[in-house]
C-alpha cells in the first residue's frame, strides 16, 4: 500500500495464475483492502484588542489539532514558527490550558531550542476522538509600518503506520493597523519677563512617532490674555 495513500480509500488487487504447461488453463480473483491511516490536522486562529493589530499589541495564537482519520496519529510534533516582523511573548505557552515553559525541560514544549525563533511541542499520540489545543503570544514590532501584512502558519509532523506524514495548517493573517502617535513642545525664543504689549516668539516641535504619516491641525488658546499674531 502506498505510503501516501488516503484514509478509507480502497486498494485493489488483481491476481491471474495461468498454468505454465497450457495457457488455456488460468484462474484469476479480486482482492480489495481498505486504507487505515491517521490524518492529523491544524487550524490556526488569532484574537488580539485593538483588532486589527498596532505596533506593540500582543497577539494571541491558538493552533487546534484534530485526527480525523481511521487510527492514532503518532509521534506528533507541533512547529509554528514566529511570525516575521512579530517578537514571541516569553513565557505564554499553554497545552489544553495549562501553562508550558519555553525551555527543553520536563513539559512538552521548547521555544528556540528545536527550530530557531519557533516554538515546538512533542505531543505523541492523538487518538481518533482527541482535540489538542496550543496557544501562544506574540507582539507586533514597534514601529512597524501601517498596511504591513503579517502571516502565521503552523506545521504538524507524525507517523502513520509507521509512515512519516507533514501536513501545513491554513495560514491567518492581519494587516498592520496606522497608530500616529504626537508629542509637542514649545520654546520661548523671547525673554521669560515681557512688558504690556511685547510680542513672544515660541517655537514649536511636533513630532510623529507612530507608524503612519498623519495630518495636524494646530489650535490656539489663551487663558492669560495672549494674543495670537
Do not use: C
Amino acid at each position: 500500500i502506498p505510503a501516501v495513500a488516503a484514509d478509507a480509500s480502497t486498494m485493489l488487487l488483481n491476481l491471474t495464475a495461468t498454468s505454465a504447461f497450457n495457457a488455456t488453463v488460468s484462474a484469476s480473483g479480486s482482492y480489495t483492502t481498505q486504507v487505515a491511516a491517521a490524518v492529523v490536522t491544524a487550524f490556526t486562529a488569532f484574537t488580539s484588542s485593538p483588532n486589527p493589530p498596532e505596533p506593540g499589541t500582543v497577539v494571541t495564537y491558538s493552533v487546534t489539532l484534530n485526527n480525523t482519520g481511521s487510527v492514532s496519529g503518532d509521534s506528533v510534533v507541533l512547529t509554528n514558527l514566529i511570525p516575521s516582523r512579530m517578537t514571541y511573548n516569553s513565557g505564554t505557552m499553554t497545552l489544553n490550558g495549562v501553562a508550558q515553559t519555553d525551555a527543553s525541560d520536563g513539559d512538552s514544549a521548547n521555544f528556540n531550542v528545536t527550530t530557531s525563533n519557533a516554538i515546538t511541542l512533542s505531543l505523541g499520540t492523538i487518538g481518533l476522538t482527541d482535540t489538542i489545543t496550543v496557544t501562544f503570544q506574540a507582539i507586533v514590532n514597534v514601529a512597524l509600518p501601517a498596511g504591513t501584512t503579517v502571516e502565521n502558519q503552523a506545521t504538524v509532523a507524525y507517523t502513520t503506520g509507521g509512515n512519516p506524514v507533514s501536513q501545513t495548517s491554513n495560514t491567518v493573517k492581519f494587516i498592520v493597523a496606522s497608530a500616529p502617535s504626537l508629542t509637542i513642545t514649545a520654546v520661548n525664543g523671547s525673554s521669560q519677563l515681557a512688558n504690556p504689549g511685547d510680542t513672544s516668539t515660541f517655537t514649536l516641535t511636533i513630532v510623529n512617532s507612530g507608524n503612519a504619516t498623519d495630518v495636524i491641525d494646530l489650535t490656539y488658546s489663551s487663558t492669560n490674555g495672549l494674543i495670537y499674531s
